[in-house]
């Protein structure tokens, strides 16, 4: 006689973790709610049998959890969870997620649904006034304009097969964050575990994007054999941590200045010869290579060259997320830069002549001098320490370099004061230095520490004015930093205020009435003790208003972090 079929049944929930394992997230960046009832459930059941999932770790604010995940893939390239609740949490994420699709940064955003039956029809029904005033005609449009996909499970035995596409959609060129939505009843239903087929990677994962059209990489190449004044802007191809090394490579071959504009990631070396600055200056150049870069220059503000011949070697070269964008280019390679680079340096090595190199070299000892020129002027502009209560940010970040070490991985939300920390602290090693690519101020902390699960090793330190500082819920971020042992550093620059508001109006009118009455509608309550908000959770803070203290200051919560726990380092520069 025929054997009963056997029927093992699992809830949704059960296949949910399961499917997490299968994509290979590590971590689950949460912020509940009552929508996740099922899931916490499931994770009690697992970790009373001993069952592995990814491991949570729960966030105040889901600012905090969008952004430790931008921060743990900008350091890993891996793609993580991030678990909100309904509607609220969805909105909460919102200008995270517009971070990260502008950094291209791979993440599954998954949101709980409100219950969709309302008298009990179904296991996971409404049971909660909430339940009635979290359901909106359209949950996904709050993140629409920023994720690369967008769905809602509608059954269980989708389960793998969604994650599964998540997963792949996130983590293919260009990568980008996604959004799935979860409802209630649907996690709380049982299927068998015979209906749960797999969908590995090797059949369902990600595409990658490649290397150039040969005849387009020899064009470029032939280009360059023949150009007097080269130049490179690149902004985040150091995400591969071969790209700076490649970049100097290349560079010093065929004597390229090369500019970071807006750098979101250390690209070259800043202490190469072939770097030039975060200012290019592209109106002598007859040759021009934008590598892996959104916004080379400012054109109002820049001198071009209309005979300047260009080729845009781009991940994302059509910029299809930007509605315009306007950046001319002669020739236009999209792909994996790094490869593309690699090819371009081949050919112009197989075709290289004498006179080409000897060209080559004696561009390369002008950009050292023009390079140490800069650096000169650098110098000088740290040398003034600024006054009490008005310290240099020149100043501070010079001494900020000076007690950090090659090593350390340097987060820059200082908005108007970013180029400073990117010209006064030296960064030389791939991924030490991480840009902020959104609008959406309130990134580094989060970042910060994500990076920080990421590396555990490094010395992670944020840099970050004021009004960013206020933007990243800070009190939610110690108390990550605090619960999950990921001590960073915080260097604050208090200015009492938005610069980039009256500077934007000051450019726009000049000379207007806001100058003329001093109203930019810019100034934020003066005298905050921020370091309250760190001593709150256990960390350390200390506020500076002497120049003289600086150095000192810097070494103690070095200490601080070092040991275990996280510092900021509050510091009152020149009022708004």
């Not at 068998?192 to 040969?214: C, I, L, Q």
């Not at 109106?283 to 959104?294: C, H, M, P």
């Not at 004015?465 to 001590?487: H, I, R, W």
């Not at 709150?536 to 150095?551: I, K, L, M, S, W």
Request: charged content about 20%; aromatic content about 8%; proline content about 6%.
């Amino acid at each position: 006689m025929d054997k009963a079929p056997q029927v093992k049944l699992n809830s949704t929930a059960h296949y949910f973790l399961e499917g997490l394992n299968d994509i290979g997230v590590e971590y689950l960046f949460s912020n509940f709610g009552t929508d996740h009832a099922p899931l916490i459930e499931e994770m009690a059941r697992w970790k009373k049998a001993g069952k592995a999932y990814p491991k949570v770790l729960n966030c105040p604010h889901e600012n905090t959890a969008m952004h430790m995940a931008a921060g743990f893939a900008m350091a890993t390239g891996r793609g993580q969870a991030v678990m909100v609740h309904v509607d609220a949490g969805t909105a909460n994420s919102a200008m995270a997620m517009h971070n990260a699709r502008r950094g291209r940064l791979p993440l599954v955003l998954m949101a709980g649904k409100a219950p969709y039956t309302v008298r009990g029809e179904l296991p996971g029904s409404r049971d909660n006034y909430v339940h009635f005033i979290q359901e909106p005609f359209d949950q996904s449009g709050i993140v629409r304009p920023y994720a690369k996909w967008e769905w809602t499970l509608p059954s269980g035995v989708m389960t793998k097969e969604t994650l599964r596409r998540a997963h792949t959609v996130a983590h293919s060129d260009p990568m980008g964050p996604v959004y799935l939505m979860l409802p209630r009843e649907t996690l709380t239903q049982t299927w068998d575990e015979a209906a749960m087929r797999p969908f590995p990677a090797e059949r369902y994962g990600a595409v990658s994007a490649g290397a150039a059209d040969a005849a387009g990489v020899a064009q470029v190449a032939d280009k360059l054999l023949a150009a007097k004044h080269p130049v490179m802007v690149t902004s985040y191809a150091g995400r591969n941590l071969e790209a700076p090394a490649l970049i100097e490579e290349l560079a010093r071959l065929a004597g390229i200045r090369v500019f970071e504009a807006g750098p979101l990631y250390l690209n070259i070396s800043r202490a190469s010869p072939c770097f030039a600055g975060m200012m290019p200056a592209i109106a002598e150049a007859d040759v021009g290579l934008l590598v892996d870069v959104d916004v080379p220059w400012i054109p109002k503000h820049t001198k071009e060259n209309p005979n300047t011949w260009w080729a845009h070697i781009d991940v994302d070269v059509v910029k299809e997320c930007f509605p315009i964008w306007g950046f001319a280019s002669n020739a236009r390679l999209q792909g994996d830069s790094t490869l593309i680079l690699r090819q371009l340096l081949e050919a112009l090595k197989a075709k290289a002549s004498p006179a080409f190199r000897d060209a080559a070299v004696k561009r390369v000892e002008a950009m050292k001098r023009e390079g140490e020129e800069r650096r000169s002027s650098l110098a000088k502009q740290a040398a003034d320490e600024g006054k009490p209560g008005a310290i240099n940010p020149h100043y501070l970040c010079a001494e900020v370099s000076k007690a950090i070490g090659d090593e350390a991985i340097v987060i820059n939300e200082g908005i108007r004061n970013g180029p400073i920390v990117n010209n006064q602290i030296m960064r030389t090693q791939p991924g030490s230095s991480i840009g902020f690519a959104g609008g959406g101020l309130g990134s580094s902390s989060g970042t910060a520490l994500g990076i920080k699960l990421a590396r555990p090793e490094a010395t992670v330190v944020q840099m970050v004015g004021d009004g960013g500082f206020y933007f990243g819920n800070p009190s939610s971020v110690y108390a990550v930093s605090k619960q999950y042992k990921l001590p960073i550093l915080t260097v604050l620059f208090d200015n009492s205020g938005w610069s980039a508001v009256k500077e934007a109006t000051l450019r726009v009118y000049p000379e207007g009435d806001a100058k003329a009455t001093n109203e930019f509608n810019a100034l934020l309550a003066p005298d905050v003790e921020f370091t309250k908000i760190c001593e709150a959770a256990g960390g350390y803070g200390e506020r500076v208003d002497d120049p003289e203290a600086v150095p000192a200051a810097i070494q103690r919560c070095l200490k601080e972090v070092r040991g275990g726990r996280s510092a900021l380092m509050h510091v009152r520069i020149p009022v708004l």
